[in-house]
């Protein structure tokens, strides 16, 4: 099992910046990948950025090169989502995301909300 608890959301306005954080705990050595996801209000959940233990990453085209996902170490016990020049149309809930490839199992948290609005 892997326990994940999201922080750092909020009310921010256009333009802005905002570090979303994920707190792991549990199995965290069998961690395969590491990630944020999001859902506006009436859209499904889509992937926003993923970093996997080797360091490689994807992001959603929508934030490249405005979001950047880090890990806070190699032991898994947590990752960040620094988001840059925030839009309105990146309001939504934002959900931290671990997934075990020996399981082939997705562990979720209980999600942040992020507001964009002047």
């Known amino acids: 099992q892997v326990q994940l608890v999201e922080s750092g959301g909020g009310l921010v306005q256009p333009g802005d910046s905002l570090r979303l954080s994920c707190a792991a705990s549990?199995?965290?050595?069998?961690?395969?990948?590491m990630g944020w996801y999001r859902q506006a209000p009436g859209k499904q959940r889509e992937l926003v950025a993923r970093?996997?233990?080797?360091?490689?990453?994807?992001y959603a085209d929508s934030v490249k090169d405005r979001f950047t996902i880090s890990r806070a170490n190699a032991r898994n016990t947590g990752w960040y989502l620094q988001m840059n020049s925030l839009k309105p149309e990146d309001t939504a809930v934002y959900y931290c995301?671990?997934?075990?490839?020996?399981?082939?199992?997705?562990?979720w948290g209980q999600g942040t909300q992020v507001i964009v609005s002047s």
């Open positions: 995301n671990a997934f075990i490839a020996g399981w082939n199992r997705d562990y």
């Open positions: 970093i996997r233990s080797n360091g490689s990453t994807d």
């Open positions: 549990g199995s965290i050595s069998s961690i395969y990948a």
